[in-house]
Antibody, heavy 119, light 108 residues
Framework: QVQLQESGPGLVKPSETLSLTCSVS????????WTWIRQPPGKGLEWIGY???????NYNPSLKSRLTMSVDTSKNQFSLRLRSVTAADTAVYFC?????????????WGQGTLVTVSS | DIQMTQSPSSLSASVGDRVTITCRAS??????LNWYQQNPGKAPNLLIY???SLQSGVPSRFSGSGSGTDFTLTISSLQPEDFATYYC??????????FGQGTKLEIK
């Protein structure tokens, strides 16, 4: 059974950097797009971006200037760094798996982690 | 970007009811439409992919239909565990797979 688990600080100060890691177990790490999605409290889902096994990335244009994703294939982990955060970045952050085959959905998700941006 | 619009935004229904949720895309997405269920404090759970294919383990009372720009999710007989928020999501326009705004299904 594929499992994803997010980890990282739950509180980040404004203007600082939000860093999260997603650990993947129970399945292949190659052949998928490893994705970050966030959900502000009480609101809908926003696609942040993805990284693949080779380190190729694609980011939401609205976040691209502040965003970096990386992958550690030796640990089956991928990470997100979002710089210069504001209160608008407060959200539950989910990691999810998407097949490398075009058109397929997000089939496995982490449980999500709440990140609050506050001083 | 492809915009996804769900209706209604909220819906009250009773156990045993048949309910339908609609999702409309701003341009044709063929059948690249997925449906998720989200319970409070939980991650979304995939119900339907490719507009009408039932994800493994999902009860058969859930069904999806549509193609092009108009899609529906139907629950044939509501069960207590079905009261949740439902999201549609297009997987036609890579890389940004956009979501609808959600439909909250509440107990009447």
């Amino acid at each position: 059974q594929v499992q994803l688990q997010e980890s990282g600080p739950g509180l980040v100060k404004p203007s600082e950097t939000l860093s999260l890691t997603c650990s993947v177990s129970g399945g292949s790490f190659s052949g998928y797009y490893w994705t970050w999605i966030r959900q502000p409290p009480g609101k809908g889902l926003e696609w942040i971006g993805y990284i693949d096994y080779s380190g190729n990335t694609n980011y939401n244009p609205s976040l691209k200037s502040r965003l970096t994703m990386s992958v550690d294939t030796s640990k089956n982990q991928f990470s997100l760094r979002l710089r210069s955060v504001t209160a608008a970045d407060t959200a539950v952050y989910f990691c999810a798996r998407r097949s490398g085959v075009a058109g397929l959905p997000f089939d496995y998700w982490g449980q999500g982690t709440l990140v609050t941006v506050s001083s | 970007d492809i915009q996804m619009t769900q209706s209604p935004s909220s819906l009250s229904a009773s156990v045993g009811d048949r309910v339908t949720i609609t999702c409309r895309a701003s341009q044709s997405i063929s059948n690249y439409l997925n449906w998720y269920q989200q319970n409070p404090g939980k991650a979304p759970n995939l119900l339907i992919y490719a507009a009408s294919s039932l994800q493994s383990g999902v009860p058969s009372r859930f069904s999806g239909s549509g193609s092009g720009t108009d899609f529906t999710l139907t629950i044939s007989s509501l069960q207590p565990e079905d009261f949740a928020t439902y999201y549609c999501q297009q997987s036609s326009s890579t890389p940004m797979y956009t979501f609808g705004q959600g439909t909250k299904l509440e107990i009447k």
